[in-house]
């Protein structure tokens, strides 16, 4: 394009102008494209050298201590993490909504694919124990702040009340140690739970019940009719921890309430 001559010469300068930015833009562009391809490809070799289901390590459930909370709501599930977590190298991290629901879902089909697969030999066959490897690892990476070896993590959830979900959850952490929590009194939960029929709450507490009966060396019963110092003390003991001694018993979420209840209740040798 040529406007010289016609007394268009600033307007000549500011397309030639646009014409180099242009280019320019186009070259930085095809640059970015190029690097971006580039990261794509070691983003994919880092994602394959550190998952869990493409690992050539052995698969182990077993190799991190874990102490889990299974409660029902409105028991003092939120003191009973706070107190344990007062515990030397104790992380035990709040509720999460129930995702081991929707990951059994996936571990149901699993299953049912390899039967399938094996009654028909169409498919591919998926390892489930490395699949709760993985589940595992994740909830590992996402409870607790260090990820050293000498630290226990951990959970409570409110969330996990029929057997086969309790079950699932034992599972995947085979070699927990599991608090059960919940209220004796069916009627004397608060109004957070009002619309939830009293036969449902029994139901609760007999799952619960049959959890511990079916593992009873993997779980202790504090329910919260039974919190006192003594109590405590017996399930520091339980877990491992028998310098630990407890003062006083904390009271998280008081008055119905969402507060915390962050005092030091906990004395360790």
Not at 89 to 114: A, F, P
Not at 120 to 142: A, E, T
Not at 217 to 246: H, M, Y
Not at 262 to 267: L, N, S
Request: proline fraction near 3%; charge should be negative.
């Amino acid at each position: 394009l040529e406007l010289k001559g016609l007394g268009l010469e600033r307007i000549q300068s500011t397309v030639d102008g646009f014409c180099v930015m242009e280019r320019l833009c186009s070259l930085v562009y095809i640059i970015l494209i190029v690097v971006f391809v580039l990261s794509l490809n070691d983003l994919g070799n880092g994602f394959t050298q550190d998952s869990t289901l493409c690992s050539t390590k052995k698969c182990d459930l077993c190799e991190h201590d874990f102490i889990i909370v299974l409660a029902s709501g409105r028991s003092g599930s939120t003191t009973t993490k706070n107190m344990i977590s007062q515990l030397p190298n104790v992380q035990i991290s709040g509720e999460h909504d129930g995702q081991l629901i929707s990951i059994k879902e996936m571990y149901d089909d699993i299953e049912q694919t390899n039967k399938e697969f094996l009654e028909s030999g169409v498919g591919n066959y998926i390892d489930p124990k490395r699949f709760l490897c993985w589940v595992q690892k994740w909830f590992f990476l996402h409870t607790g702040k260090s990820c050293k070896s000498n630290v226990i993590h951990g959970f409570k959830e409110i969330r996990y009340r029929h057997p086969d979900e309790l079950r699932f959850v034992k599972k995947v952490f085979p070699c927990a140690k599991f608090v059960l929590n919940y209220r004796e009194d069916a009627e004397g939960y608060s109004l957070f739970m009002e619309d939830i029929p009293i036969e449902q709450r029994e139901e609760f507490a007999a799952a619960f019940e049959g959890f511990h009966k079916e593992f009873p060396e993997d779980s202790f019963v504090i329910t919260l009719e039974q919190f006192s110092e003594e109590k405590w003390n017996a399930l520091f003991r339980w877990l491992g921890f028998p310098q630990c001694k407890a003062t006083f018993v904390l009271h998280a979420n008081r008055n119905h309430g969402y507060r915390t209840d962050g005092r030091k209740a906990v004395r360790c040798k």
